[in-house]
């Protein structure tokens, strides 16, 4: 206790609040993650180990890892983590089904799981008492972490205090010396060698090339969520993508047609900014939305002439809570033209001139 008040009386340290953390971080959500891992790391497993976690780890953010010896003796337990940043209040729901997952995939291998949330935590409420219900059933203990708790966690580890909770540089912040040389930053003189118009920051001047790159990242991003249907993921990527201004810039079209998949999905209505899209993304749109109010059966060659999102799309429309056979459409050569699909629960099948969906 004497070390975590002598260091919130470091005067270097910064401000350790949610609101100095939002602030200092763009995307908030992967930055609690990482923070949160960085915490586990250093307090639970005594900065001893390094934890890994594969590719979409179900129900916890890292696989399970046996914790350092005790001083005292006590049986070393195999402990993980989860990481939950809201915006609102707890969705203890969404907290639950990845308890379930967790139990599911890891319930022979687990004692212990750490709770990280930026929100308080109330261990008497209905919902935590049947997130930790979950777990107790399959033998593992819960240990949640939350609001000031996680703040006085970080207070503790200078490296992570500040990594976190101070400003860091923008792009109107930095200097030639920091950007890849390709891309030409200046006062707002004239920027040789630049074909483009370029865009101005404040009294800088950013060469497109730098937000076509910006764009091109986030299109791989943002279809990564859609081949792995989270859509939440999607939509909290893609507000914060059109917070920038990045109309005209080459790509945007294809995040403005992942924006009104998304909206699509929600329900709204997306007839009105379909217009900026290209002709080919506005016939993809329009497959979307005549599906979404009629899905019925689509020949095969049809559903394999459309783009692998599309595709997706119109397979979970079909199947919108079926998780356990969910279809992955394969992308290897000639697969996507073959409309080539895994089926782990029998709900497809192709025939020589249809797909046949029941």
């Known amino acids: 206790m004497h070390d975590l008040c002598m260091a ?5 340290y910064p401000n350790i609040t ?7 971080n763009d995307d908030i959500t992967g930055a609690f993650e990482d923070m949160t891992r960085r915490l586990f790391t250093f307090e639970f497993l005594k900065n001893s180990k390094i934890p890994h976690s594969d590719h979409n780890n179900p129900g916890v953010e890292v696989l399970p890892i046996l914790e350092p010896p005790h001083k005292d003796g006590a049986k070393q337990r195999r402990i993980s983590f989860q990481s939950k940043y809201f915006e609102g209040n707890v969705r203890y729901s969404k907290i639950k089904e990845s ?3 967790a139990v599911k995939h890891y319930g022979n291998e687990l004692d212990l799981i750490y709770l990280f949330c930026n929100k308080t935590l109330t261990v008497t409420t209905k919902g935590y008492k049947e997130i930790e219900a979950v777990l107790i059933e399959a033998g593992i203990e819960l240990y949640p972490i939350s609001n000031s708790e996680v703040l006085d966690l970080v207070s503790k580890y200078k490296e992570i205090a500040n990594y976190f909770f101070l400003p860091r540089k923008r792009p109107d912040d930095v200097s030639p010396s920091q950007i890849h040389a390709t891309i030409v930053v200046n006062n707002g003189e004239n920027v040789t060698g630049c074909i483009d ?24 991003l943002c279809k990564s969520f859609i081949l792995e249907m989270d859509l939440e993921k999607l939509r ?3 507000d914060k993508i059109f917070t920038y201004k990045i109309m005209g810039v080459e790509g945007v079209e294809t995040l403005l047609f992942y924006k009104l998949i998304a909206d699509l999905h929600e329900g709204k209505a997306v007839e009105a900014d379909k217009e900026r899209l290209t002709d080919y993304l506005k016939g993809e749109l329009k497959c979307l939305i005549e599906y979404y109010k009629n899905p019925i059966s689509i020949g095969a060659y049809k559903f394999a002439s459309h783009c ?12 919108p809570h079926a998780e356990e056979s969910r279809l992955s459409v394969l992308r290897g050569a000639g697969c996507e033209k073959a409309a080539c699909l895994v089926v782990r629960a029998g709900f497809v099948r192709i025939s020589s001139t249809r797909l046949e969906i029941y």
């Open 8 to 12: 919130r009386m470091d005067k270097h």
């Open 236 to 238: 909290e990527e893609l």
């Open 308 to 319: 692998i999102e599309t595709q997706i799309i119109i397979l979970d429309k079909r199947f």
């Open 18 to 24: 949610w609101a100095q953390f939002a602030m200092c």
């Open 197 to 220: 118009c370029p865009i101005q920051l404040k009294d800088q001047i950013i060469d497109p090339r730098l937000f076509q790159s910006f764009v091109q990242e986030k299109i791989e």
């Open 99 to 101: 308890f379930r997952q």
